[in-house]
Nanobody
Framework: QVQLMESGGGLVQAGGSLTLSCVAS????????MGWYRQAPGKERELVAR???????NYADSVKGRFTISTDASKKTVALQMNRLKPEDTAVYYC??????????????WGQGTQVTVSS
């Protein structure tokens, strides 16, 4: 089983910065993609940023130019640097990693979520 552990959420004033981190544990043969999603109260979970194994990535329009995703597949980590935060960025942020386990079965794992609150 592949488990993800997130850290780095918290309370920050508008205009501030936070960095979220996520590390995977378990027997992983290959990571195909790593990303971050978020879910605000009363809303559906949405993609924030994602990078695939080939380096191709995408960001939500609302975070382009403010957030940066970085990954290290060898260390099984993915981070999200969030700058110029806005109150509308307030949400629970979830890490997601997809790939193949050491038994070559695919996995699609989610972290437990970390709260990010941006005050105005």
């Amino acid at each position: 089983q592949v488990q993800l552990m997130e850290s780095g959420g918290g309370l920050v004033q508008a205009g501030g910065s936070l960095t979220l981190s996520c590390v995977a544990s378990g027997s992983i043969f290959r990571i195909n993609s790593m990303g971050w999603y978020r879910q605000a109260p009363g809303k559906e979970r949405e993609l924030v940023a994602r990078l695939d194994r080939g380096g191709s990535g995408n960001y939500a329009d609302s975070v382009k130019g403010r957030f940066t995703i970085s990954t290290d597949a060898s260390k099984k980590t993915v981070a999200l640097q969030m700058n110029r935060l806005k109150p509308e960025d307030t949400a629970v942020y979830y890490c997601n990693i997809q790939g193949l386990r050491s038994d070559l079965r695919s996995f699609d794992s989610w972290g437990q979520g970390t709260q990010v609150t941006v005050s105005s």
